[in-house]
């Protein structure tokens, strides 16, 4: 009976994050302060990883069984600038210690907001042997006019319930 708990317990929280999603108030393509954000980094690329462009992004997604998106970002990122629809979350700092979960046998594109991040996750991948396809950031690809992105708002925080007073 316990086991059904937890998955009625898991169903209803994950309904309830669903119930929360909302589109972002002003869509980053034509957000000024997203498009500055997105300029500030655009000719900024030092990695060997390819720098995944919109369309190439757009082709991937349409792929999910042939990738793997591995997003570098902490959960906070993820629900102000938005992720991708299929992806593994391992925050960048972890990266080499989470190594063992992913596939060698699949396409593996990095996502960070601007992909700076994603660029030097895709190099230390390609230098441990994985199939790297290249790097993205979220917020580059909403303003180039890409739409996969689902941004959710942070649920409310919890208020403590105030304690009775014993008698």
Known sequence: MTSIKHLAATAFAIVALCANAQPPALSPAKDPEAIARVARYANDWKFKAHRLSRAEVDALLAKPQDVVFVDLRRPDEQIRF????????IQNDQLEKQLAWLPKDRGIVTVSNHSQRAGAAADLLAARGYRVIGATGAEEYEVAGG????????PAPRVAAASAPKS
């Open 147 to 154: 739409t996969a992105v689902a941004h959710l708002q942070a």
């Open 82 to 89: 938005g992720s991708f629809p299929v992806f593994l979350s």
